[in-house]
T-cell receptor
Framework: DAKTTQPTSMDCAEGRAANLPCNHS???????VYWYRQIHSQGPQYIIH???NNETNEMASLIITEDRKSSTLILPHATLRDTAVYYC?????????????FGSGTQLTVLP | GAVVSQHPSRVICKSGTSVKIECRSL??????MFWYRQFPKQSLMLMAT?????????EQGVEKDKFLINHASLTLSTLTVTSAHPEDSSFYIC?????????????FGSGTQLSVL
């Protein structure tokens, strides 16, 4: 699976949009971009995933560049409960049950 | 969404004892389960992959005789830390997949904080 690069940490004001970038310049055509987050002392939580089109769900939006070498996770109205480590992961699916390989992630701190 | 239940959430044990952690998929059949370990301020590291009815596959550096994995049913996998030592203290997390055709998302348990005294 392709490697990803994320900033170590980011701050965001409560109520504002949080934009979390991720670089995955070596992504292959059959690899999806996944975002998970981990709130302190909990298991990771699925947020969103996509292949090449932008995606939106009740939690967030995922914007993938046309060349697919980078993406941005957008939390439209960040709350204090969104403070967590956010992981951007690229992964081949489907075809086989494969694990998620976690990098260092971005520590997002939402400030009151 | 699919739910993965992991128990216990926290366990404290004496050095030399064994600890069993359970991971259950509550509303789907998990053909594959993954076990991760996370040390403080570090990311999740895959320990092993277990497929229902077969032996687990361990990542390099993970002792299979120390970390016993059983995946006897499609809804339950267990991780037993045998003869635990203080260096085994960590956050253990399981993850479940419904299978190759539907594994677009992996779902995670809430984790088990193991403290070995």
């Amino acid at each position: 699976d392709a490697k990803t690069t994320q900033p170590t940490s980011m701050d965001c004001a409560e109520g504002r949009a949080a934009n979390l970038p991720c670089n995955h310049s070596t992504i292959s055509g059959n690899e999806y971009v996944y975002w998970y987050r981990q709130i302190h002392s909990q298991g990771p939580q699925y947020i969103i995933h996509g292949l090449k089109n932008n995606e939106t769900n009740e939690m967030a939006s995922l914007i993938i560049t046309e060349d697919r070498k980078s993406s941005t996770l957008i939390l439209p109205h960040a709350t204090l409960r969104d403070t967590a480590v956010y992981y951007c992961i690229v992964r081949v699916v489907p075809g086989s049950a494969r694990q998620l390989t976690f990098g260092s992630g971005t520590q997002l701190t939402v400030l009151p | 969404g699919a739910v993965v239940s992991q128990h216990p959430s926290r366990v404290i044990c004496k050095s030399g004892t064994s600890v069993k952690i359970e991971c259950r998929s509550l509303d789907f059949q998990a053909t594959t389960m993954f076990w991760y370990r996370q040390f403080p301020k570090q990311s999740l590291m895959l320990m092993a992959t277990s497929n229902e009815g077969s032996k687990a596959t361990y990542e390099q550096g993970v002792e299979k005789d120390k970390f016993l994995i059983n995946h006897a049913s499609l809804t339950l996998s267990t991780l037993t830390v045998t003869s635990a030592h203080p260096e085994d203290s960590s956050f253990y997390i399981c993850s479940a997949s419904a299978g190759a055709a539907t594994n677009e998302k992996l779902f995670f348990g809430s984790g088990t904080q193991l403290s070995v005294l």
